[in-house]
């Protein structure tokens, strides 16, 4: 019998926050009861914890179309490669569990999709909005860097979400290296090298993440600087189009 193609993967990564990952898998299948379309959902912890393990698995008999994908590592950046990868979904969307609300948006980013583009990132940051005052001093300092390094079009990754056309996902995730978020900037960086479209696109959300440690700053720094590298001595494999 043969397997119908979901429209969307929503791709979460897990780590050790219990609450936000139960709300936000309450916010998902409340979202996806009420609607018609396929998708599926593939949750992949990047924790030791057996807690989240646990809570995870019941939440497979509640919401259809949802498996687990062990993670390897214990890094964000490898569960999102894997997610990638391993999803079916001709969209593929990357979602931290405190980005949740954004799947009531999912209609308008479908439409970016329609238009010819290939990678829909989500941004806190909008020249016609003072959204700015609202994200932590550390974050604002922290995309600031990490634009002048890579992906210099695009000015926020972090608001928690990503999306891809199954395209460009084959295309992009095979090659990726980063080990935490700043995936996502690598994969942008990728895709200016194939000459795929990508757009940011605000998204307003009622909850921010409060700033991280500051090693974890610095590690995605570092990753990025690292991917910098790669990127000016032709390091990765994938070729411009001809």
């Known amino acids: 019998m043969k397997i119908q193609q979901p429209?969307?993967?929503?791709?979460?990564?897990?780590?050790?926050?219990?609450?936000r990952?139960?709300?936000?898998?309450?916010?998902?299948?409340?979202?996806?009861?009420?609607?018609?379309?396929?998708?599926?959902?593939?949750?992949?912890?990047?924790?030791?914890?057996?807690?989240?393990?646990?809570?995870?698995?019941?939440?497979?008999s509640i919401i259809p179309h949802t498996r687990i994908q062990e993670v390897k590592g214990g890094h964000e950046g490898i569960a999102i490669q894997k997610g990638m990868l391993e999803a079916h979904g001709l969209i593929r969307?990357?979602?931290?569990?405190?980005?949740?609300?954004?799947?009531?948006?999912?209609?308008?980013i479908e439409q970016w999709f329609r238009k010819g583009y290939d990678v829909i990132v989500g941004s806190r940051i909008h020249t016609t909005v003072s959204s700015l005052t609202r994200i932590p001093f550390l974050e604002r300092v922290f995309q600031w860097i990490m634009q002048r390094i890579?992906?210099?079009?695009?000015?926020?990754?972090?608001?928690?979400?990503?999306a891809y056309s199954q395209k460009s996902a084959i295309i992009l995730f095979p090659h990726?290296?980063?080990?935490?978020?700043?995936?996502?900037?690598?994969?942008?960086?990728?895709?200016?090298?194939?000459?795929?479209?990508?757009?940011?696109l605000y998204l307003e959300h009622h909850t921010f993440s409060s700033s991280r440690k500051l090693s974890l700053y610095l590690k995605g720094i570092i990753e990025a600087i690292h991917i910098?590298?790669?990127?000016?001595?032709?390091?990765?494999?994938?070729?411009?189009?001809?």
């Open 7 to 19: 429209l969307i993967s929503i791709i979460m990564p897990c780590g050790k926050d219990v609450r």
């Open 228 to 242: 910098r590298i790669r990127l000016s001595t032709r390091a990765y494999a994938i070729k411009k189009p001809l």
């Open 21 to 60: 990952i139960t709300a936000a898998l309450v916010t998902l299948n409340a979202y996806f009861e009420k609607k018609s379309f396929s998708y599926e959902l593939i949750l992949l912890p990047y924790t030791t914890s057996t807690h989240i393990k646990d809570i995870l698995h019941r939440f497979i």
């Open 150 to 162: 890579l992906a210099p079009s695009v000015y926020d990754t972090d608001n928690g979400w990503a």
């Open 176 to 200: 990726t290296v980063a080990c935490t978020a700043t995936i996502i900037r690598e994969s942008i960086a990728l895709a200016h090298i194939q000459q795929l479209k990508v757009k940011e």
């Open 93 to 108: 969307m990357y979602m931290t569990p405190i980005a949740a609300s954004s799947i009531t948006s999912y209609e308008t």
